[in-house]
């Protein structure tokens, strides 16, 4: 199997990088983004739990975001691709343990690097018609926040098993696809 982290801040371009290698690499695509809005959108209970939390921009609990994933974690698939999660360590290492419950493990990560105004730029653009509420200026800088102090060591995590590669996220989406895909092909 191919299974990708594929990382880096808010805003540096995860989700549409993702779909990118969903198409050419034949990979299932879980972006535990998706499924919190999903919930929210629902209203569901677990929706409801995480909507103030999202709009505060902090991270929501590694247990909530740890269920989400291990029930779509399927053994038929060629493969995952892991959008946004893990946010932090405690994550990771549930993450590599519920492959190895699976007799798999993550091939690599891919984290894509963008600077911090560049990152406050798209995103509060987006949020222009993104509707999110966690697409503006102070939240947008919370969630940069979070990341930098939460989320950044779990790049070190991976860099011990020798499986971080670091690509520039500046450029058109087209170029920095070609660097995704330069990557994944080592890998494929
Ligand atoms: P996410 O949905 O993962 O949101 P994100 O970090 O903003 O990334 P996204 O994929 O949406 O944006 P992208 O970079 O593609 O998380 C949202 C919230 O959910 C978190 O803050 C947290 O509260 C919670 N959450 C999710 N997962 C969690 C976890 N594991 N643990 C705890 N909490 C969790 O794109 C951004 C914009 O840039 C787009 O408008 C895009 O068009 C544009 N763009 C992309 N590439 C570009 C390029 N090359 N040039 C110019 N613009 C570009």
Redesign the pocket.
């Known amino acids: 199997m191919l299974n990708i982290v594929l990382f ?10 993702s779909q990118r290698v969903i198409d050419t690499f034949g990979l299932v695509h879980l ?4 499924m ?2 999903a919930e929210m959108a629902s209203g569901s209970e677990l929706g409801e739990q995480v909507k103030g ?2 709009a505060a ?4 609990s ?1 247990e909530i ?1 740890i269920a989400l994933i291990a029930k779509r974690l399927d053994a038929d698939a060629k493969g995952f691709i892991f ?6 360590v405690a ?1 990771a290492e549930a993450l590599d343990n519920l492959l190895a419950e699976k007799n798999t493990a993550i091939s690599c990560m891919v984290a894509l690097e963008v600077p911090e105004e560049e990152l406050v730029t ?2 509060v ?2 949020g222009i018609d993104s509707g999110r509420s ?1 697409d503006n200026e102070e939240t947008i800088r919370k ?1 940069i926040t ?1 990341y930098n102090s939460k989320t950044l060591p779990v790049a070190e995590y991976y860099a011990k098993q020798d499986k971080l590669n670091k690509i520039e ?5 087209e170029d ?1 696809a070609g660097r995704v895909a330069g990557v994944l092909n080592q890998y494929a």
Do not use: H, N, Y
């Open positions: 880096g801040p808010p805003g540096a371009g995860k989700g549409t990088q972006s535990t983004g998706d919190l809005r939390i999202i921009g902090q991270l929501v590694d975001v959008d946004g999660f893990p946010r932090t994550q798209r995103l653009k987006r966690d969630r979070e996220g500046v450029g058109s989406i920095i």
